[in-house]
């Protein structure tokens, strides 16, 4: 497994990536295209931005990336793609969905890579996994257009299920996944929720 970690770690710095959590969302987006030419696409905790650039290469010259997070990421060289918003905000905090109304009319796809320090306990690392990855449905509930994607991680535990569900009420259709450069032993999930509508 270490072997498998280490090329990615290099497979990220030969392709000048700041993380090797890039080939999480690269995964997804070979096997289900969500990511597509022109879109608006929101990234919650996006640092270092390995997937706002990601992202960026995708959606084209005609897109737009916004990648939000409490640390500033402001990556010198860009890809020459689409355009990349670097925004250093809380999540949960209300000034954030203020200064996105204003801003952009809506996404086309969330983004979210968030995970909360692990404590060495489980169940508080699940719990904190949990309140990260709801404000990701809370946002995207407020800014995704009809028939948006989002794609987030959450770690398992005993309340994974009702989340789940939570998606199901939202989204026509909800994977799980566990991309191969995700550590085997982590307890790290990513859903992919496609087909956004209001719930009932």
């Known amino acids: 497994m270490r072997k498998e970690q280490d090329y990615y770690f290099n497979k990220a710095k030969k392709e000048k990536y700041p993380a090797r959590s890039v080939y999480k969302l690269e995964e997804a987006q070979q096997k289900h295209r969500f990511l597509k030419p022109g879109q608006r696409v929101l990234d919650l905790g996006c640092h270092p931005g390995s997937w706002s650039l990601y992202a960026a290469g995708v959606i084209g010259a005609k897109g ?64 904190h996994s949990l309140r990260l990855a709801g404000r990701v449905l809370e946002v995207a509930a407020m800014f995704l257009h009809k028939n948006g994607t989002v794609y987030c991680k959450v770690f398992q535990g005993e309340d994974f299920p009702q989340f789940l569900k939570a998606c199901r009420a939202l989204f026509t259709s909800v994977k799980v996944m566990k991309p191969k450069s995700s550590r085997q032993e982590s307890r790290e999930v990513f859903l992919l929720c496609r087909g956004f509508h209001r719930a009932g």
Do not use: N
């Open 64 to 127: 737009v990336v916004v990648g939000v997070d409490l640390q500033p990421t402001d990556l010198m060289v860009q890809k020459p793609h689409a355009e990349i918003h670097w925004l250093c905000y809380d999540v949960f905090s209300d000034d954030l969905a203020v200064h996105l109304k204003k801003t952009w009319p809506g996404f086309h796809v969330v983004l979210s890579d968030m995970a909360p320090r692990t404590s060495g306990s489980q169940y508080a690392d699940h719990q």
